[in-house]
């Protein structure tokens, strides 16, 4: 059967017929941005002085219906900050906007972990070091559920590192394949990857995505109560005596980093 066409759109006053094209615009959340060399070398420069971290924004279904449409697809574009942008590695153009440290999310991946949680390092980054910079930069971090639960270590050693944290978010089920650039880029990573959205995970049965490192091909999955493993999860980092004290509330004896359970959406 074929869609009903509404023939008298045209005979509406424009006002209303804006109205119902800003009724088909997307939303624009939170969105993961993953931590690698795009990162690195945007956050160790001071803020503003070099090209801004770019995250796909969702495609408007009215952007090719009409002149009105694209009209009214480019007034969105424009409330959200986005821009037009080649993709080389799709040869295509999408649309996009800058990264915001404050609202989207920066995942490390598990191939990355050991570089970002400090491994790397036999003593804390000098105060006003590049690497410095790159930490003071993550505030929203996102870690997949293994991680998070199992190399607490490294979470702990990230928090010392990274002092304006404000959250951790969990991630559980399908984790975010990393994208690589067309051959001639300077990174081995897409300066912009497919949009994964970050949305509240509220399931009471979860599972977690294990990987291996040595065998990136191999993905098993461990499947679990939410309620139970974060209970653990943060049960076990209550009793660390190694927590940074900016993330300690000497008050209640607690950690005051909230750990949130989230879910990533490819869009």
């Known amino acids: 059967m074929d869609a009903p066409v509404f023939t008298c759109f045209p005979q509406l006053p424009l006002e209303l017929r804006n109205l119902i094209w800003n009724e088909t615009m997307p939303s624009d959340g939170p969105v993961m941005y993953p931590f690698g060399d795009h990162f690195v070398h945007y956050a160790a420069h001071p803020a503003g002085s070099t090209a801004p ?3 796909q924004l969702p495609m408007p279904p009215a952007v090719f219906v009409c002149r ?5 697809v480019e007034r969105w574009m424009a409330s959200v900050n986005g821009w037009l942008y ?3 590695e799709t040869q295509g153009h999408i649309m996009v906007r800058a990264w915001n440290e404050e609202t989207d999310v920066l995942y490390a991946p598990r191939p990355k972990w050991r570089f970002f949680s400090g491994g790397m390092f036999e003593e804390a980054p000098e105060e006003g070091s590049v690497y410095h910079r790159v930490y003071a930069r993550v505030r929203n971090l996102a870690l997949p559920a293994f991680t998070a639960y199992y190399s607490q270590t490294g979470l702990v050693a990230a928090m010392e590192l990274a002092k304006n944290l404000t959250a951790v978010h969990v991630v559980w089920g399908p984790l975010p394949e990393v994208r690589a650039s067309a051959a001639e880029e300077a990174f081995p990573d897409a300066a912009v990857q497919p949009r994964w ?4 995970e509220d399931s009471e ?4 995505c294990v ?4 065998n990136p091909g191999i993905t098993t999955w461990e499947t679990g109560e939410l309620e139970d493993w974060m209970y653990e999860l943060e049960g076990e980092l209550a009793l660390r005596e190694d927590i940074p004290e900016e993330y300690v ?3 209640r004896g607690q950690i005051s980093l909230p750990f949130l359970s989230v879910r990533l959406k490819n869009e």
């Open 205 to 208: 049965v979860v599972r977690m």
């Open 197 to 200: 959205a970050v949305e509240v």
């Open 86 to 88: 080649f993709r080389r």
């Open 68 to 72: 009105e449409a694209r009209r009214a």
């Open 211 to 214: 990987t291996d490192n040595d």
């Open 53 to 55: 971290l770019m995250v």
């Open 249 to 251: 509330d000497d008050e």
